[in-house]
């Protein structure tokens, strides 16, 4: 069958496709990887005078095969109390051991964690590019803080 609509606590929503997350999907998908990825909440700007910011750590420079990612952004965008920030390092799975993986960005925010959420989450991609039957399906999020190969995996 085809696609026609979503139903959703009793109301139809009518469409010609779906465009959606795998995790609404779980048949239609395969797993590829991991993601490891610590959230904190920092004391202070892990760059003096930045109240945000997005840093490339290259694979080459700490003995890995692909980047770590890490973001931050600092109470002048109204999500954190004044004089905090909250930061995201991420990065693929390469190890038994992922929180170490992250090292590289964690030793970033020096002695500033005030407290810190480790995660580690299946990544996946779709079986099926989605034109059989009008449910188009996205990868898993990556590592990478800028959700550009997200937008190119939607615009394909």
């Not at 009793?10 to 239609?28: I, L, M, N, Q, S």
């Not at 965008?77 to 992250?102: F, R, T």
């Not at 020096?110 to 990544?123: P, R």
């Amino acid at each position: 069958g085809r696609v026609t609509g979503v139903k959703s606590e009793g109301e139809v929503a009518k469409c010609k496709f779906v465009v959606a997350d795998p995790t609404y999907f779980p048949e239609r998908v395969k797993p590829t990887g991991q993601i490891t990825r610590a959230i904190c909440m920092l004391g202070a700007f892990p760059i003096a005078n930045v109240g945000s910011a997005q840093i490339i750590i290259p694979a080459k420079q700490v003995g890995r095969k692909t980047d770590i990612y890490v973001s931050y952004v600092s109470d002048k965008h109204n999500v954190v109390p004044q004089g905090k920030c909250l930061a995201i390092a991420a990065a693929l799975v390469e190890s038994g051991d992922p929180e170490k993986e992250l090292k590289p960005a964690l030793d970033l925010f020096g002695n500033t964690i005030l407290d810190m959420f480790h995660t580690v989450a299946d990544v996946y991609e779709p079986i099926e590019d989605g034109t059989k039957d009008g449910v188009f399906l996205s990868a898993s999020y990556d590592p990478t803080t800028h959700f550009e190969t997200t937008c190119r995996d939607i615009l394909d």
